[in-house]
Structures are given as C-alpha cells and as structure tokens.
C-alpha cells in the first residue's frame, strides 16, 4: 500500500491544492518519503526543512500517531500504507519572542 | 474568512506599505495626504518585518517578507498594489545548503542603485546580505560579508541577530553601507566582495570595552543621497552622524529627552533634517513621559526639536520600532511612523503637525512610503501569481 502524506492548509497552496499526496515507489524512512515529496512538489521542503535539512522549530511531523523528534527523526521508519502528517505546531502559534526593533 | 480590501492607486499618489505582527496594509492618498484608504490586511496572519518598493525602470512594485510562524519567511511581490502576489513558490531567499545558516526572518528589502535597476538587496537574519541581479528573481548570498571573519563572533539583539539596514552609495558604484544589530556598521567598497567596520566612535556601553573592534548595537541608520558621505544612526544608546562615510562618527544627542531608540528617517529634500522618535530605555521602551514625540533636527543633529502637534501627549507609552519611521518624496515631504500600538501617524508639512491615519492596527513592525509614478511597460514580476 502507499504511504501517503497529509498537509495542514496553509501548505496545501504547495501541493496544487492536495491535502494528501499519495506517494508511488516505496520508502523505507521519512527521508526518502520527503525525498518523493519534494520532488512531486519542490516548494514544500523549505517550508518544512530548514535550508540545513532540519525540520522546522514549530513544525511537528507524525508517522501514524508518533512523532518523529521520539523515534529517530527523519531517519524514522515508515511502515507499508502508512500515513505521514505534517502539522503546524501549538508552540508555534506566535512569533515566540517579543521581536524589539 | 478575513476580507482583504484592496486600493487602487494613481499617478501622484502616495502609498504607505505599512508591515505588521499579522499581515501587511497598504494606505493611500493623493498628494494632499489628507484622506486615506485602507487596503489589507494581505498575508493575515503572517509578520512582515520588511515591505520595500521598487519604481525604477518603470515599475510600481511591492515587496512584502510574509512570515509564518511555522513555515518560515518568503520573499513576494505585486505590480498591481496588492490585487495579486507572485507564488509563495518561488520564495529564493536562502541560504546555501551546508552554509550551517537557516533563514529566521527577512528584515529589509532594498532598492540598489537608480543606474543598476536589477539590483535588489535583502538583509536577513541570521544577519546576512544577499543580492538580486535581476529585479529580484534570483537571490544569492553575499559571501564577501557571510566570510566576514567577525560574523561568527557578531550576537543577536533584542530583535535577534539581523542585517537590518543597506544603504547603497548613490554616487559611488561599488559602495554600500549595511548596519547589523549586533555586529555594527560594514562598508564595501568593492561591490560586496570585502568589507570592514564603518562605525569608529560609536560606543557599546553594554560591553566592557564600550569601543569594540565590532559589536555596536545600531538600531538604524539613514542617508541622504545628495550628501552620501554623511549619515545619521540611532544606536542602542547614542546618536550619531558622519561626515567621511563611516570612518568617524561624532555623538549628535543634544537636546533629546533619550539617546535610545529605534526609528530614524530623513527628509528627502534637505540633508541636514533628520526624524528620530526617542524612547525611555533598553529597559523601559517606551515614549518618555507618556508624551509620544517626533524629534527632527535641521541642522545636521546640533539642535533637536519635539514635534508634538496632534500627537497625544498624555498617556502615550508607545514605542516605534527601527523600520516604522519614513517619509515619501512629495516636495512638501510627509513624514509616517507607526506604533507596536497598531496607531498610524502621518505629517504632510515636513513634521509640524501629525493626523491619526489608523488605529487598531496589529503592533506596527515597518512603515515605508512610496511616491507613484505612471505605470510603464514593463516584465512583470516572475512567477504564477496568486490573489
């Protein structure tokens, strides 16, 4: 079955307008499905990576229901059918510091 | 569903690009800056530290740096006053992979020269330079200043480590003046390839040393483009001016209430005259004694004057930050500022008297102005474009 990975609506602009991008060859690690990803859709890497490849302070990515900063982060292990979530973090929801100037 | 209203604009008009908290607004009137549209809120829901326009070669064009909170800063611009944006796709501003840099956020979107109409500058943060050579369709990092021996050493400010402020030299190819928070002022003459400190005399009374190699806290700084040899900068603490583009910078801070502060413009026709807005300090950032006053000086920063006609001056505790005091290019120059209060103030009298032209508005980050002129034909800016 292929994985596929959801995208929260301020990215789906993005994906041509999908909420959820099937995925065709099959992946072993959440690396390679975003190696897929941004290859069908170039813009969203750097939404959700930083230009060093680290996914995003206030960005949380789940494989199933377990987020990836608990089970290996991008190297985490990404089963047969599995659903691949990319959520905009509650933390992340101001700009965090009080910018001064 | 946020409702955007949009303006349209005319030859004459002037637009003030005003960035905020949530989203960016644009404000116009005719030349008589009496009335004013509102049109916004674009981007809602995304800071904008940096707005810019660029009319040379015939182009009236908008740049706006929306950040989300989650997904980071892009780079997009409209020929149209705000009716439509270029994709959110072709966002470019970034640095190289295996630079060890991520961008955090875009504080300035800077015009280069008149005579080189491609060029396009865009300080960042973490505090860099990069540069557009073709009206800002592609961007690359200026590797002369990211190389800098000092940039690892350089510490972030209240605002965090930013590249806020480029100033090219009008008169000099080749010559351009950035200011770093906190890092100091950087002068190149070569075109970017090398760089060193420009900011001789001005003091870091937060250091031990208060006269550091580098680590000046400027908060902002301006030129005038018939002097280009003198500027003015608002440091964290202290007031300055130079007269030999950086190579010595004399304290200007007489007759101010507070040396500390952020904003600081220049009138567009007169060199000499020069806007600050003071505050009380690091610790108390707000407008002393609950009076919200503009200070201009007229004569190069010997004197200073309080400009407080139709501004409050009882319970004002407002603050201005670094990008939100400019002025337009009318021959009776109009002054704006706006507040973290969400307040938007104008002046079409050079400073003398002020209206409120919005309040309500999300915490005010950046206020620029621009003079329209008539649309000519032009290569519209890259990219699919979204409403």
Not at chain 1, 2 to 12: D, H, R
Request: glycine fraction near 12%; charge should be positive.
């Amino acid at each position: 079955m292929a994985v596929t990975v959801s995208l929260p609506g301020a990215l789906v602009a993005y994906a041509g307008g999908r909420r959820s991008v099937p995925l065709a060859s099959p992946c072993a690690t959440v690396a390679q499905a975003f190696d897929q990803l941004w290859r069908l859709h170039p813009g969203l890497r750097d939404r959700v990576l930083t230009e060093q490849g680290a996914v995003r302070r206030h960005v949380n990515v789940f494989v199933g229901t377990d987020n990836i900063r608990d089970t290996g982060g991008l190297d985490t292990p990404v089963p047969d059918g599995a659903e691949i979530a990319i959520v905009p973090a509650v933390s992340g929801g101001t700009l965090g510091i009080e910018a001064l100037g | 569903m946020v409702e955007t209203r949009q303006i349209s604009a005319h030859p004459g008009d002037v637009v003030l690009m005003v960035g905020t908290m949530k989203g960016a607004f644009l404000f116009r009137s005719n030349a008589a800056r009496a009335r004013w549209r509102r049109g916004g809120p674009h981007f809602p829901g995304h800071a904008v530290y940096a707005m810019g326009y660029d009319g040379r070669a015939g182009r009236r064009r908008i740049w706006a740096a929306p950040e989300s909170a989650h997904f980071g800063a892009v780079l997009r611009a409209s020929d149209d006053f705000g009716r439509s944006w270029t994709s959110e796709k072709d966002a470019n501003v970034r640095f190289p992979e295996g630079s060890g840099s991520s961008l955090a956020r875009i504080w300035q979107v800077t015009p280069g020269r008149a005579d080189e109409p491609g060029t396009l500058y865009c300080g960042v943060e973490p505090a860099a330079l990069f540069e557009s050579k073709d009206a800002g369709t592609s961007w690359a990092l200026v590797r002369g200043l990211y190389d800098h021996p000092h940039r690892p050493k350089w510490q972030p400010g209240g605002g965090g480590l930013c590249l806020h402020t480029v100033l090219p030299d009008p008169t000099r190819p080749g010559r351009l003046h950035v200011a770093i928070s906190t890092g100091g002022v950087y002068r190149s003459d070569d075109r970017g390839a090398t760089w060193r400190t420009a900011h001789k005399g001005v003091r870091a009374q937060f250091l031990p040393d208060p006269h550091p190699e580098f680590g000046q806290c400027v908060h902002k700084m301006v030129r005038h483009p018939a002097h280009p040899d003198r500027l003015f900068l608002q440091n964290h603490w202290g007031l300055y001016r130079t007269d030999d583009a950086g190579e010595s910078w004399k304290d200007i801070a007489r007759g101010v209430p507070s040396d500390f502060g952020f904003g600081m413009a220049v009138h567009p026709h007169d060199p000499d005259t020069v806007y600050i807005v003071p505050l009380e300090s690091d610790e108390f950032r707000c407008t002393p004694q609950g009076k919200l006053r503009v200070y201009r000086t007229r004569d190069g920063g010997k004197s200073w004057k309080a400009l407080t006609r139709g501004l409050p001056q009882k319970d004002a505790f407002e603050t201005v930050l670094r990008d939100a005091l400019t002025t337009d290019t009318l021959p009776k120059a109009g002054v704006y500022f706006g507040t973290r209060s969400g307040k938007l103030f104008g002046s079409a009298d050079g400073g003398s008297s002020w209206r409120l032209i919005a309040d309500g508005l999300p915490p005010v980050v950046c206020v620029k102005a621009a003079t329209v002129h008539k649309a000519a034909t032009v290569r519209k800016a890259r990219g699919r474009r979204a409403a």
